[in-house]
């Protein structure tokens, strides 16, 4: 339960559990100085650091399959950065309480529930031509009930499926500072509801030939300002 610092080289394989720690052997989180660098290909295992809580910071190379449940629980984590090509698989970084920053680069693939339910989670930046796949639906979204995000930005061409970003009624926080912004690269697609219900963002900036679907932004009372580029579809 100690581990706090961990590289995985490239190219390498991570089984099933190689880190994992059961839930009554976890330590109290720790000053969060500890990194898990993981290195470009490298393939990383269901749960292999799960229920870990003594590292801050995870960076993934280029072209790193994450498995399912991979970092789920890992409490300490302030922040994640993700290479080009990246695959994150369900629920990879689930229910990371203390998580506040996601950076995911070009070309990457989220699947169902991957950030869902990061309670701190308050700025995510989304690259070009990443795919969400396989989550449309409320209890698979990808980002769901993570009600603190306030700063997000979404890359050209990007296609958001719905309620990716959803908030459930009884996890909403009240309005905050409204300083934050949503911004959405021209291209971009929208699904319905993919952002009801959060409220801590107090600007939209919307991109050329941007499309919102229905209630995409639906409920999200820290809005205060629109900004809307050429040939948007709302």
Known sequence: PSISNVVIAADTTVPAFSFHVAVGSRLANASLSGTVMIGANAVIGASAFSNLNQFGVV?????????????????????????????????????CDGLQSVDIASQATMHAEAFQSCASLATVTVGAGTEFDGASTIDNAVFGNCPSLADITIGAGVSVPSYSFYVAADV???????????????????????????NQFGSIVLGDDVAVNDRGFANCDGAVALR???NVTL
């Open 228 to 230: 809307v580029g050429s």
């Open 172 to 198: 909403r926080q009240e309005s905050s500072s409204n300083a934050g912004t949503v911004t959405v690269g021209a291209g971009a697609d929208i699904g319905a509801s993919a952002f009801s219900n959060l």
């Open 59 to 95: 960076t993934v190379g280029t072209n790193v399959s994450v498995g399912a449940s991979a970092f789920a629980n890992c409490d300490s984590v302030v922040e994640v950065g993700l290479g080009l090509g990246a695959t994150m698989e369900e629920a990879c970084f689930k229910n």
